[in-house]
C-alpha cells in the first residue's frame, strides 16, 4: 500500500459508506454493485460506485477507479486521493461535505484509459447519481470526465478553470473542469494552476444560477390544406 493510504482511506470511509444508508442513492449502488454490463466486471475486486454527502452541493467526477480503489471499494484513496482532500481542506470542505465518484465504477486493467464503449456502459449510472445528489457544482477531473460531462472533444488544458452552465436532467449545473490531482502530483506547474483553480470554488458554490430557459415554440405555419392531405403535418 502507499504510504499514507490507510490514513486517507479512513479518512474517505468516515464519509459515507454508501451501501449502508437507506437512501434512493444507496439503492442505486446495491444496483450498480453486481453490474455486468462491461467487461471491466470481469477484472474488478468490487465496483467502486462512489461516496460522500447524498445531497452534497458539490459533485467531483474522476476518472476510473485505480488499484487502491479497486481493493478498497472507495473512490481516491491513493495518493491523488490525498491531495484531493488536501485541496478540500484548502477551503474548508471535507470528504463528507463533497460527493465524490468517477465516470467508470470499476478499475480497467493496469489502469488504462477507459474505452469508449465502457463509458457508454457506465454513463447511466453517473447520470443517475447526478439525478439524486442534484449538485450546484460539477467539478470534472482530468480530460475524461470533462469531455465526457461535457460532451465536448475539448483537452483539459484549454478549458480548465473555466466553468459552464449546463443543463442536466432538467437542472442547471455549473460544470467546473479542473486538472486531474493525478497528473497534479507530478507536475509543479499543474498543481500550482490546480489550487488556484480550487480556490475559486467557494464563489462557484455561491453563485445563482439562470433557471433554464424555456424552449421557444417556433409560430405554427400556414399549412395549405393539399399538403396536409399528403400527410405530411
Ligand atoms: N483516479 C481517479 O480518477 N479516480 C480514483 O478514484 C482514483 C484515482
Not at 95 to 102: G, P, S
Not at 120 to 132: D, N, S, T, V
Request: net charge negative; proline share 9%; with cysteine.
Amino acid at each position: 500500500m502507499v504510504p499514507g493510504a490507510a490514513a486517507a482511506a479512513g479518512a474517505v470511509a468516515a464519509a459515507t459508506d454508501p451501501l449502508s444508508q437507506p437512501t434512493p442513492l444507496a439503492e442505486l449502488a446495491r444496483e450498480a454493485s453486481v453490474c455486468t454490463r462491461c467487461r471491466l466486471a470481469e477484472g474488478r475486486t468490487q465496483v467502486v460506485f462512489g461516496n460522500g454527502h447524498p445531497d452534497a452541493d458539490l459533485m467531483l467526477v474522476g476518472e476510473a477507479p485505480g488499484f487502491h480503489e479497486d481493493k478498497q471499494g472507495l473512490p481516491f484513496v491513493g495518493q491523488a486521493g490525498k491531495l484531493l482532500d488536501r485541496l478540500l481542506e484548502g477551503i474548508g470542505l471535507t470528504r463528507a461535505d463533497v460527493y465524490v465518484c468517477n465516470t467508470l465504477k470499476c478499475r480497467p486493467p493496469g489502469n488504462r484509459d477507459p474505452m469508449p464503449d465502457e463509458k457508454e456502459a457506465c454513463e447511466p449510472w453517473l447520470f443517475r447519481q447526478i439525478a439524486l445528489i442534484e449538485p450546484k457544482v460539477i467539478a470534472t477531473l482530468g480530460n475524461h470526465a470533462t469531455k465526457q460531462l461535457t460532451g465536448k472533444d475539448i483537452g483539459i488544458t484549454r478549458v480548465h478553470g473555466q466553468e459552464q452552465q449546463l443543463t442536466l436532467g432538467g437542472r442547471r449545473i455549473l460544470l467546473y473542469p479542473l486538472y486531474h490531482p493525478a497528473a497534479a502530483l507530478y507536475t509543479p506547474a499543474m498543481l500550482k494552476v490546480l489550487e488556484s483553480d480550487f480556490a475559486r470554488l467557494p464563489e462557484l458554490l455561491g453563485r445563482e444560477l439562470e433557471a433554464p430557459s424555456p424552449i421557444q415554440l417556433a409560430p405554427e405555419p400556414e399549412v395549405p390544406a393539399a399538403v396536409v392531405q399528403l400527410g405530411l403535418f
